[in-house]
């Protein structure tokens, strides 16, 4: 898409099927226009191209509808009215919708004009999810995803509330987070104990939350047809490229090549800090026993280096960024009542994202800025696609945008650091992120696969299960004694087990792609953006395979594959 220099703001494309007044209030108020994409007669392949160029239409003024809802939640969990919003939503619009969408399916389904749009770019990958879902669809699932949507919202509730009193100043858990950098040992010890603590006030709230989801999806399972939710999921998420199988692969090919380079880099640290034993504790503290590097002071601070980052890397890149903070669509900072965690909310309707952080002042906050605007970029090269269908892409493809544009971001970061020790230690510390994320995505990802194979598990083999898995994928330096409790309930941190199942393993896939992305980048940096880019503008018009060799790489999870990529990792940390 082009956007011009003087441009500050975006407005939406003109509504050619919907009012242009029209909000969502009711059912009532978006029910004939279902009715009318229902009853409406499709005589030609045009006919079907415009009805299909209608729903699409609807499609992107309800999936905005919802966005904001939940937006405006997350931002504010203790506004009872931006809840009642959300739930009101969820309960009484999103039921009836979802039949109605699988009436439309299947009448485009029924088409006989459909063969002649099934051999066209994009068509073909939409009508294969179509037909995926028309496949899994089951009435008497509807009340259950509202039942789900209504107890994956505790979560952000319970954990947005968490915060901890250090030095008689209240914090959430992300800002006392910062002061296990703190170049004092025992004052790292005292703060990760109040804050484990803190979290195990809630470890039997959660625990029930937990299990009460594992009940409702696998009920969901079985009404469509499936041994477990696991394999439910693999077909509603569309991965129609890889299997559980592959995913089982991926776990090994780490277990191999990555993390035995996790003890490499536990003994350096343990070595250079001079402490016997390592402590969990002594994980986020600089070797060196420097103080926390600080990339930015505030969020406006933030925004302006992030988008002059993103600017000096390409001006449309950071003209994006610009125009988000421009129209508001920015909130990085962390505060008391807002949800936990960040996210890129994509706005199909206008095509200009909301970036949602708990930014405190530290190199991961920046890196999660990056990295969220990565998907933000995203959104803005898919902007002009034709259907909405074509610019929600999978999470493979998602995650690819972020986690490249970590890396490709990499030669601006003077922007953050002007001082070039700084500088090099941050792409140190975020390289060595990079080894500790791979074997965190199999963790949880493996862990993952037992829950819900194994549905019916008590809360003690829960806990068996996960030390196993968690003690198979971690350095063996690092001492947990006395700390039992805590690390048996690690796995309640990840808000992926509760919000968004069995969506983790494309963070592991989508790092490898974005590690490939970058050695091209490095080798030639016009052509790897270029190829990023290219990549990207694809939206989901092109099978995951297809997008990753739009940008020259591979989707391989093979142990050699991973080897070849993870030296190189190491070769660049070794340069630094």
Request: hydrophobic residues 35%; aromatic residues 10%; negative net charge.
């Amino acid at each position: 898409m082009n956007i011009s220099e003087s441009t500050k703001t975006l407005e939406r494309n003109p509504r050619t099927f919907l009012p242009e007044d029209l909000k969502i209030e009711s059912w009532e108020g978006i029910e004939p226009f279902c009715n009318d994409l229902l009853s409406r007669p499709i005589d030609s392949v045009e006919d079907l191209k415009r009805w299909l160029k209608d729903r699409s239409e609807l499609n992107a003024v309800i999936s905005e509808d919802l966005g904001w809802r939940y937006i405006n939640m997350t931002r504010y969990t203790e506004n009872e009215a931006y809840s009642q919003a959300y739930q009101f939503f969820v309960t009484e619009i999103q039921p009836k919708i979802a039949p109605f969408s699988d009436k439309l399916n299947k009448k485009a389904m029924a088409s006989e004009y459909l063969k002649d749009l099934e051999t066209k770019e994009g068509y073909d990958i939409m009508i294969r999810e179509m037909r995926k879902d028309i496949e899994i669809f089951r009435e008497e699932n509807i009340p259950l995803f509202t039942k789900i949507q209504t107890e994956t919202r505790k979560y952000g509730q319970i954990s947005g509330a968490m915060t901890v009193t250090i030095d008689e100043e209240e914090m959430t858990l992300q800002q006392a987070a910062v002061l296990l950098q703190s170049t004092d040992r025992a004052r790292r010890e005292e703060v990760y104990h109040q804050v484990a603590s803190r979290r195990l006030e809630d470890k039997d709230t959660l625990d029930e939350l937990y299990n009460t989801l594992i009940s409702l999806r696998t009920e969901v399972a079985k009404n469509a047809g499936f041994d477990n939710y696991r394999d439910y999921m693999f077909k509603a998420m569309g991965r129609f490229d890889y299997g559980p199988q592959d995913c089982f692969d991926f776990h090994n090919s780490v277990q191999e090549a990555v993390v035995p380079m996790l003890d490499t880099l536990a003994a350096e640290r343990k070595s250079q800090l001079q402490l016997d034993p390592l402590r969990p504790w002594d994980k986020a503290v600089d070797p060196h026993n420097r103080e926390a590097l600080k990339p930015f002071d505030g969020g406006e601070d933030l925004a302006k280096k992030t988008i002059e980052c993103f600017k000096r890397l390409d001006p449309f890149l950071g003209q994006c960024l610009g125009i988000m903070k421009e129209m508001g669509h920015l909130d990085l900072v962390s505060r008391k009542g807002k949800a936990p965690g960040g996210y890129n909310y994509p706005l199909s309707e206008i095509g200009v994202p909301f970036i949602f952080m708990n930014a405190t002042s530290t190199l991961r906050d920046m890196i999660t800025i990056l990295h969220e605007g990565g998907h933000a970029v995203h959104s803005f090269l898919t902007r002009d696609l034709e259907l909405t269908e074509f610019k929600h892409t999978p999470s493979e493809v998602a995650e690819l945008a972020s986690m490249s544009m970590e890396l490709i971001s990499m030669d601006h970061w003077d922007i953050f650091f002007s001082n070039e020790e700084d500088l090099l230690r941050a792409k140190k510390e975020h390289l060595e992120q990079i080894i500790e994320t791979l074997p965190w995505v199999a963790v949880i990802d493996k862990f993952q696969h037992w829950i819900y194979e194994n549905a019916g598990h008590r809360p003690k083999e829960r806990i068996s299960e996960w030390n196993k898995i968690l003690n198979s994928f971690s350095d063996t330096l690092t001492r947990w004694d006395g700390l039992e409790e805590n690390k048996n309930y690690l796995w309640q941190k990840q808000l992926h087990l509760y919000e968004v199942p069995f969506y983790y393993i494309e963070y592991g896939m989508a790092q490898l792609g974005a590690v490939a992305v970058w050695k091209n980048y490095k080798a030639d940096a016009k052509k790897g953006l270029e190829g990023y880019m290219n990549a990207l503008k694809l939206g989901y018009t092109r099978s995951i395979p297809q997008v990753y060799a739009a940008a020259n790489i591979e989707f391989n999870f093979s142990k050699e594959y991973i080897h070849d990529l993870m030296q190189f990792v190491r070769q660049e940390l070794d340069g630094l």
